[in-house]
């Protein structure tokens, strides 16, 4: 969610910034700009909308400069129109700032009785009047820095500009991400390495509270109390190349099917390909795991879901799935010697970060589940399992999704062996399993012309409705998400057997429900819940495996029939045609599946 940039070089600033920027196009945005130093002066350019919009703009007027900073902009405070683009410009000052500045009406209301005048209506204005009033009073920039920190409360990041100071960007964060880049004689600041990477690889990560003095010949960082702390240098493992489309339409499409790669990928985080066994991280690897608590959002809240279905079934340790923007404003109870297993795509996802923080002060040991190695989430929780997924560009998760998925899975598997809770050959079937889903997952994918007409009809309904049991009822929530996300259509995910608890009031002719029924422990049930469908003439679109389309089949509107695979593992599998629906029903309504409205991919805000 938003996206910062700084540097300090001496190329030109504007087609550097611009590049970065474009790296960040993944978090979600709706304005962008960037401000440089011209002959001392602060000078900037900035557009509502999409980076495309900007470049425009610096065609028609051209930014000159070595040293400046730039940002994409997430909606928070004031809509997204130019005025309230970032940066924004007190005086001598320039701010570019993710997150929110909570207590900004009252410093706004005590600034403005000083007589300042403010031109937007952010809360990111604030900012940069109080620190140029500060230098202004005759503080040098760190002192300004100093002193305006302990006002600002909330979660931010934010980087600064100061006109007549070519050498000198200043940097803060607290709990959202911020990185800085050093570079031969060159020096630059962004949300995360991957702004960055084609200037740097050598990145410092700023800690939570830290302030820093940016110069082109090094880089001084403070605590929040102003005491001067060394942060160590380490070298990113993201790669510089600028991640391309290829022969698809948009990114969505491309990472549906960089699903197979992705998951044979994720399953060696865990299973050793060449002896089959397994590792448990640090601290799931401790003896006597007496509970497992998943912290997570949005659409890794429902992995977490369908993980708790695995620990306890597979491994035999209780589990408890926990909305991370709802968990630390509760009093839960938990365990002596429980582990909380933090979920996050791109690891700086503030409620599940928070979530992490609060899971620590209450005894727990913490594993962050996380795309990004260098990401926040990473470095703060006790051990890390990586999904290695790729970077993700699309707002929309989809193959971070199933390496969750994939992760969890093969977690709970490893889990039970150790516990002695699963006998060695259903851990070896299980095994095998999963290391046969990458060639399951492509047959998916080779096979999706047929979901066009499916996806035709789901774009024109006004609601949709999704149904499964047990392992399937967190691919309803998922495939209920998706469609909400990236076509605007209303749509909910039930499990089937709530159906008639409510919902059944919703259907008729007009609204087509998918189920999700591989041949499991619950098809019966869920073939039931069809039926009532059906009596109420509601449009059924049949998720299943060849035998449960045997059965089936004839009832549905639609039939997907999918490859056959051990229940256990369907979640995973048949997460792949939710994703296409959405995202050919997207098509179809001509929606930006990439960059969805109103939505980022990295939530770091509360």
Known sequence: MCGIIGVLTDRPAAPLMLDALKRLEYRGYDSAGIATLVNGGLDR???????????????AHPLAGVSGIGHTRWATHGPPTEANAHPHVAGRVAVVHNG?????????????????RFDSATDTEVVAHLLDRAIAAGRRPEE?????????????????????????????????????????????????????????RRIIYLEDGDWAVVRRTGTSVFQEDGAPV???????????????????????EKEIHDQPEAI????????????????LPSPLDAPNVSKITVLAAGTSYYAGLTARYWFESLAGVPCEVELASEFRDRDAVLPKDGVAIAVSQSG?????????????????????????????????????????????????????????????CALAVALGEVRGHLPAARVTALREALAALPARAGEVLHDDDRFHPIAQELSRARDVL????????????????????????????YAAGEMKHGPIALIDEHVPVVIVAPSDGWFEKTASNMAEVRARGGRVILLTDPDGAARLGEGADHVVVLP??????????????????AYLAAVEKGTDADQPRNLAKSVTVE
């Open 45 to 59: 350019r900035r557009a509502a909308g999409k980076i495309a919009a900007l470049e425009a703009v610096l065609d």
């Open 348 to 408: 700086e996802s503030l409620d599940t970060l928070m979530a992490l923080r609060h899971a620590k002060a209450l005894g727990q040991k913490v594993l962050a589940l996380v795309n990004v190695p260098e990401s926040t989430i990473a470095r703060e929780a006790d051990g890390v399992l990586l999904t290695r997924a790729g970077p993700e560009f699309g707002v929309a998760s989809t193959k971070a999704f199933t390496a969750q998925l994939t992760a969890f």
């Open 100 to 116: 929110i500045i909570e207590n900004h009406a009252a410093l706004k209301e005590v600034l403005i009785a000083e007589g300042v």
């Open 466 to 493: 999704y149904l499964g049991r047990g392992l399937s009822y967190p691919i309803a929530l998922e495939g209920a998400l998706k469609l909400k996300e990236i076509t605007y259509i209303h749509a909910e995910g």
């Open 230 to 252: 060394k942060r160590p240098e380490r070298v990113s493992s993201i790669s510089g190349a600028l991640i391309g489309k290829g022969n698809y339409r948009h990114f969505m």
């Open 264 to 279: 044979a990928h994720t399953l060696h985080a865990v299973i050793d390909p060449g002896t089959g066994t397994s590792t």
């Open 144 to 200: 300004a820095m100093a002193a305006v920190m302990p006002r600002l409360r909330g979660a931010f990041a934010f980087v600064v500009l100061i006109e007549g100071e070519e050498d000198l960007l200043l940097a803060a964060r607290r709990a959202s991400p911020l990185a800085i880049g050093l570079g031969e004689g060159e020096a630059f600041v962004g949300s995360d390495a991957t702004a960055m990477a084609p200037l740097t």
């Open 564 to 581: 056959a695979v051990d229940p256990v593992v369907s979640p995973i599998l048949y997460a792949l045609p939710v994703q296409i629906l």
